[in-house]
């Protein structure tokens, strides 16, 4: 009851926060994936998303759209401390003219680190991408930065598990792991191969399940070939 009144005042905030849905009780983990990040709107740090290749990322329209803190201007990695932003080491720069999106997916490329030198594939790591539907029943992990009532998890990596349902042959998928506010953009990943196979973008009209984007997705399977062919350009 005080994480839905805590969402519901969130919602009415900010738009960045709509589409978040807990299945019963709360049982996100803590997670420590590299791969993951959170996006940087201004000074508002908000959403999430997944490397896909050394500078490829993925997330959704609608953080995006809907952002109050400004223009999406970086990402961020490895918040594995409740509060914490990131280390100067582990922020990357959006290419700005990169950013292509649809309802609900975003593709874009990210800048080599100011200090480092490097892309964030280089010291992250980045998910390979499902080459097919994910099945009714199939296993999955969401990964990312949604909020949490607990103190002690508010603001770090957390992963929920879950089940599909309902996989359209349009690319849309319903699933039943836990999120919560700034979870969009998150990862949607198989459990026994760790491939990608979409991002969480929403909660269904029913309040059972939640929505995400497959990969395969007219339009973001597109958007996604064309920045991984730039991105193993030398």
């Not at 500078?55 to 609608?62: G, K, L, T």
């Not at 953009?185 to 059972?208: A, F, M, Q, R, Y």
Request: hydrophobic share 40%; proline share 4%; aromatic share 10%.
């Amino acid at each position: 009851m005080k994480l839905t009144l805590l969402l519901l005042i969130l919602n009415f905030l900010n738009p960045l926060f709509v589409f978040a849905r807990v299945i019963g009780s709360d049982q996100r983990i803590p997670s420590y994936d590299l791969r993951v990040g959170r996006l940087i709107f201004g000074k508002v740090h908000a959403c999430s998303g997944a490397l896909v290749s050394p500078s490829c990322f993925v997330s959704v329209e609608h953080c995006e759209r809907d952002a109050i803190g400004g223009n999406l201007t970086a990402v961020e990695f490895e918040i594995f401390v409740n509060g914490a932003k990131s280390s100067p080491e582990k922020v990357f720069p959006v290419v700005s003219d990169s950013i292509r999106s649809g309802s609900d997916w975003m593709v874009l490329r990210l800048g080599k680190n100011a200090i480092t030198g490097r892309y964030p594939g280089d010291s992250q790591g980045y998910f390979r991408i499902a080459d097919f539907l994910p099945e009714s029943g199939a296993l999955i992990s969401v990964i990312g930065y949604g909020l949490s009532f607990s103190n002690e998890r508010r603001k770090k990596q957390q992963s929920g598990q879950g089940q599909m349902f309902a996989v359209s042959a349009l690319g849309t998928f319903f699933h039943n792991a836990d999120t919560t506010a700034s979870n969009s953009g998150s990862p949607v990943v198989d459990s026994h191969t760790d491939l990608l196979l979409g991002v969480h973008n929403s909660e269904s009209s029913n309040l059972k399940f939640n929505i995400g984007t497959s990969v395969l997705a007219t339009g973001f399977a597109n958007e996604l070939q064309k920045c991984l062919q730039y991105s193993a350009q030398p």
